[in-house]
């Protein structure tokens, strides 16, 4: 057993908690245990792309000090890595990380903010993607020896959405050709539905005051993948999940007759088919309920 | 002034330091406390003084030490003087505070931002915590809260007095305090167990068990209040009882 020191962001605790409480449940499972960090701050949430803004640096650099404390008090082979679900909090780490790592004025201005809290970056902290843990230390075989319920009929178009890929420093995967949720999904027994646009924007924040915007986005991106056979989409990222989950109940109000597709976290999907309790989804925050889907296709049991 | 006289003062009295309060430079005992120092140079503190025992957090005060560039803060009736402090009070915090009906909330995260939306622009810069003179971890709270932990924020904040000092240095404007009130009170009316003794004695108040003992008293003269106060009042008694 790895224990890995496990930095939530705000949306696991409040709209996502299916994703984290499966999260951490297949973690155990895999013996990969996610462990929070006791006490972890905003990871600064879009990174500012003024280059002089240190105030916004603070917030993400503490994390990576915070995490890096909260190694000292986990096991010898916990790797010095901070592991994220969320695709903004991974990518806003991943690129303050970097940035810091090569402009030690940088650090330094920020170190000098952190220093009488006893938290200096040492640099010694890199940030991985839940996604990445299960790929490069876990592996795909491995995960497909622990399903003991194979999703079958389950047919799965990967959305990427821009966070896991973009900029290069937080990219995760290929840019063009990303690869690891299509192999967890068939590692799972799923079947995979490729869509063209699995990295189109589902449109982030305009769904604050334009969500016509969004409309449109996702009407895209579901109808891509529902003509192309898929009864299911999987994401990594909480925004991309709300606004495809909500706007289709909105748009199916708005435009009736099709069926909107489920939209699950790629640890539901890991969950349903390693056996863990089923409540742990907290399917009733979703919009879109996808009860009926898996109790069509008899994958509702999971373990009872 | 001759040798003898300074000798006499040395025995005599007691150490003195020199203050600066608001701007102005006073001799004052070393022994003192802040708001005792402001007091013993003429000052009438008529607001930011009230329980002096470091309780109610109405003395906020800011201030510098000599030579140093770092600006502090404490509860002045809990920190005592150095000698070349630059002091000054800072009796009330204007600070936003929200009016909501308890009763018709949710204890999540989407409360505190609903009534206290700046929660969502911390900065992560822990000013709050540095200056909070009873050591609690300001920025761990308003974190906990925009994260929806309310638990978590209800007992790390547990401790505040009340006092402001993180509300006056917070870069992004967030009134601290204000929302450690609103999650302590949605910790105790959503999550937290009732506790039976407290809902007995709420019935019997309710049902008039202490009015005529109440009404009894309010008919008592100003002398007899005074009798009853001073000599029946006996808590050796009451015990035994």
């Known amino acids: ?304 | 002034m001759s040798k003898t006289q300074i000798k006499e003062k040395e025995e005599n009295e007691t150490p003195m330091v020199k203050v600066y309060i608001m701007g102005s430079s006073h001799e004052v005992p070393a022994s003192l406390t802040i708001m005792k120092a402001i007091e013993y140079a003429g000052f009438k503190i008529k607001r930011g003084a009230g329980c002096r025992a470091g309780f109610c957090g109405a003395c906020a005060t800011v201030y510098r030490k000599a030579g140093d560039y770092r600006i502090y803060a404490a509860l002045a009736c809990q920190t005592q003087v150095e000698d070349g402090m630059v002091l000054t009070q800072l009796p009330f915090v204007p600070a936003p505070k929200a009016k909501y009906d308890i009763n018709k909330l949710s204890p999540t995260g989407n409360t505190i931002l609903q009534f206290y939306p700046e929660v969502a622009r911390c900065l992560s810069c822990n000013a709050c915590s540095k200056v909070c003179p009873q050591d609690i971890h300001v920025m761990d709270y308003v974190q906990y809260s925009l994260q929806g932990q309310i638990k978590k924020a209800a007992e790390e904040s547990f401790d505040c007095v009340q006092c402001g000092l993180c509300t006056i240095r917070c870069p992004a404007e967030i009134p601290q305090y204000h929302v450690a009130t609103l999650v302590r009170r949605l910790h105790g009316k959503y999550e937290m167990k009732s506790p039976d003794t407290l809902e007995a004695r709420v019935e019997e108040i309710e049902a008039g068990f202490y009015e005529e003992g109440f009404n009894e008293l309010m008919k008592l003269s100003k002398d007899e209040l005074r009798h009853k106060y001073f000599h029946e009042r006996d808590f050796i008694d009451q015990k035994k009882a």
Request: aromatic share 6%; net charge negative.
């Open chain 1, 1 to 304: 057993m790895v224990r890995y020191s496990y930095f939530p962001g705000c949306n696991l605790k409040t709209n996502a908690k299916g994703f984290e409480e499966t999260a951490i449940a297949v973690s155990k499972k895999l013996s990969a245990e996610l462990v929070e960090i006791p006490n972890w701050n905003c990871c600064g949430t879009v990174h500012t792309l003024s280059t002089d803004n240190m105030m916004r640096r603070i917030a993400p650099v503490r994390v990576l000090s915070r995490s890096r404390k909260h190694i000292d008090t986990l096991d010898e082979e916990t790797p010095n890595e901070v592991v994220t679900l969320c695709s903004m909090c991974n990518s806003t780490l991943k690129i303050v990380n970097d940035e810091v790592k090569h402009d030690h004025d940088k650090l330094e201005k920020v170190n000098y903010q952190l220093e009488e809290d006893d938290e200096i970056y040492k640099e010694d902290m890199e940030v991985k993607h839940f996604l990445e843990i299960l790929r490069d230390k876990i592996g795909f075989e491995n995960i497909a020896k622990n399903v003991v319920n194979p999703l079958k009929g389950l047919k799965i178009s990967p959305y990427y959405g821009c966070m896991l890929l973009h900029p290069d420093k937080a990219a995760i995967d290929d840019v063009e050709m990303p690869s690891v949720l299509e192999y967890l999904v068939e590692s799972l027994g799923a079947e995979v539905v490729d869509s063209p646009f699995f990295k189109l924007c589902c449109g982030s924040y305009q769904i604050v005051d334009e969500d016509r915007i969004v409309d449109s986005q996702v009407t895209k991106i579901v109808e891509a993948a529902r003509k192309r056979g898929a009864n299911a989409l999987v994401v990594a990222c909480p925004l991309c999940a709300y606004n495809i989950d909500h706007q289709q109940k909105i748009l199916k109000e708005k435009v009736p007759g099709k069926l909107p597709l489920p939209v699950f976290y790629f640890t539901q999907l890991m969950a349903l088919a390693l056996g863990v309790p089923l409540k742990l989804n907290h399917f009733e925050d979703h919009h879109i309920n996808p009860k009926p889907l898996l109790k069509e296709l008899g994958l509702s049991g999971g373990k009872k």
